[in-house]
T-cell receptor
Framework: DGGITQSPKYLFRKEGQNVTLSCEQN?????MYWYRQDPGQGLRLIYY???????QKGDIAEGYSVSREKKESFPLTVTSAQKNPTAFYLC????????????????FGQGTRLTVV | AQKITQTQPGMFVQEKEAVTLDCTYD???????LFWYKQPSSGEMIFLIY??????QNATEGRYSLNFQKARKSANLVISASQLGDSAMYFC???????????????FGPGTRLSVLP
């Protein structure tokens, strides 16, 4: 089945450690996104990528890094510079191509819940 | 400034009744899309319905319909015949910008928690 797979589902990080969240899609989508969700809150954009080997900062990129070496994969690294990383992280993708149409919805993964211990 | 406003943090509805979840948006672009997503307690985001800024008719998808009032910049979600499984967080989102622009991201509102009562 086509979809977006995030792993792991739960992740625990010690203070000062970097951790990487995986996001893989087999939908052949060009665009991929990372969002952070805090309890009872909406989604805030961390990074996005419209095409392989290119990505842009979102609203809350500080303390995070990404790469987009393959179309299918968009891993997110939470670095030790991120002072409050405990949150729910959602990866999404959408088909774009050259049209950059606004009528294409985003498809989401199941999320990764990161906790600092 | 908030681009998407959802003024109802929580809503209750009796099973089998209809409920309206409010969403207002702010944009100066003539081309934009509005989306509603459902987030159950498990966390995944489920796409429900889409409305384009140039669409002449209100969108409908099964029990979901969108009350689109362009002049008021509102895109309220109507759920008819509520079911217990409809209990979840509901997010309104917008995507804006001309077709040639780069980085047309999705902007989400704070969400409304809907509780369906038996």
């Amino acid at each position: 089945d086509g979809g977006i797979t995030q792993s792991p589902k739960y992740l625990f990080r010690k203070e000062g450690q970097n951790v990487t969240l995986s996001c893989e899609q087999n939908l052949n989508h060009d665009a991929m996104y990372w969002y952070r969700q805090d309890p009872g809150q909406g989604l805030r954009l961390i990074y996005y990528s419209q095409i392989v080997n290119d990505f842009q900062k979102g609203d809350i990129a500080e303390g995070y890094s990404v790469s987009r070496e393959k179309k299918e994969s968009f891993p997110l690294t939470v670095t030790s510079a991120q002072k409050n990383p405990t949150a729910f992280y959602l990866c999404a993708s959408s088909i774009e191509g050259q049209s950059r149409a606004v009528n294409t919805e985003a498809f989401f993964g199941q999320g990764t819940r990161l906790t600092v211990v | 400034a908030q681009k998407i406003t959802q003024t109802q943090p929580g809503m209750f509805v009796q099973e089998k009744e209809a409920v309206t979840l409010d969403c207002t948006y702010d944009t100066s672009d003539p081309s934009y899309g509005l989306f509603w997503y459902k987030q159950p307690s498990s966390g995944e985001m489920i796409f429900l319905i889409y409305q384009g800024s140039y669409d002449q008719q209100n969108a409908t998808e099964g029990r979901y319909s969108l009350n689109f009032q362009k002049a008021r910049k509102s895109a309220n979600l109507v759920i008819s015949a509520s079911q217990l499984g409809d209990s979840a967080m509901y997010f309104c989102a917008m995507r804006e910008g001309p077709a040639w622009a780069y980085g047309q991201n999705f902007v989400f509102g704070p969400g409304t928690r809907l509780s369906v009562l038996p």
